[in-house]
């Protein structure tokens, strides 16, 4: 695993998207996975920058993201296609149909699983997942105690992560109680993993990561101790609680 640990977030955000765009100038394709929440915001700001200033070469890029909620419609702000669209796609021009998210509001949500599984697969798998962390260790949703062998998903949302979420659609009753999500092993099949971790929040699931403990099913993200080519940015209060942090 490499870690890299940097001064700040804007910092992290630049290196994260520096990344990306290495990936996409290099191959001739590439299968992006992407994450919501608010960690990857500083990233896809200066992936957008780099390219007004040097546009990238897109026609090879197709992307799957990590997550939607069940139940909320992909024109409501607060999906993840709505989100994916604000702050990355509305001005990174993607040919539409190369852009994958899960369909959060299909009638048979087993089904649609077993679509986006079968897709990822077909499309040749993920080259680089972008993952974020929640502050139990969930990664996508991948709540603790989820099976490490996992595939894409339907999970009910703990009260924790409901609450963490709260902000965005104005009280806790009202965030959905159910999302799909890649599951463990969907994750874990990515050829390469960049984990993204910012601010104090987050110094317990990466000390979990990152000290020297067998991974559990209780701290999701331990998972990727398994991963043969995983990259974790953070900055100094992430790393906050990890055993080789020196002040
Ligand atoms: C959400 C998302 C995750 C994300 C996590 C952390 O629940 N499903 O993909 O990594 O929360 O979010 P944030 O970056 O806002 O702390």
Redesign the pocket.
């Known amino acids: 695993m490499k870690v890299v640990m940097t001064r700040s977030y804007d910092e992290l955000s630049r290196q994260a998207a520096d990344r990306v765009i290495q990936e996409i100038r290099d191959r001739k394709a590439v299968n992006l996975g992407l ?5 990857p915001l500083g990233m896809y700001r200066d992936i957008l920058i780099h390219h007004r200033k040097d546009p990238l070469p897109l026609s090879g890029v197709m992307t799957f993201n ?2 939607e909620y069940v139940g909320i419609p992909t024109e409501n702000p607060n999906s993840f296609h709505a989100y994916m669209n604000k702050h990355l796609f509305s001005k990174l021009p993607v040919p539409r149909h190369r852009i994958h998210l899960p369909d959060g509001m299909a009638a048979d949500l087993q089904k649609e699983c077993r679509r986006y599984e079968s897709l990822i697969r077909k499309s040749g798998g993920i080259d680089i997942q972008i ?4 502050e139990n260790g ?1 990664i ?2 991948n709540e603790p105690g989820t099976p490490f062998n996992s595939r894409t998903h339907v999970v009910r949302l703990t009260a924790s ?1 409901r609450q ?2 709260a902000k965005d659609f104005g009280s806790v009753d009202r965030v959905p109680e159910r999302a799909i999500t890649m599951g463990i092993s969907t994750i874990m099949n990515a050829r390469s993993i960049m984990l993204l971790a910012s601010g104090i929040r987050k110094a317990k699931p990466m000390a979990q990561l990152l000290n020297p403990i067998e991974p559990t099913e209780a701290w999701p993200v331990t998972v990727l101790k398994h991963h043969p080519d995983v990259t974790v940015i953070m900055d100094r209060d992430a790393a906050s609680m990890s055993s080789f942090y020196q002040k």
Not at 35 to 39: F, K, L, M, Q, V
Not at 131 to 134: A, E, K, S, T
């Open positions: 994450a919501t929440g608010s960690t990590l997550d993952l974020g962390v929640g969930h996508g949703f992560t963490a979420n």
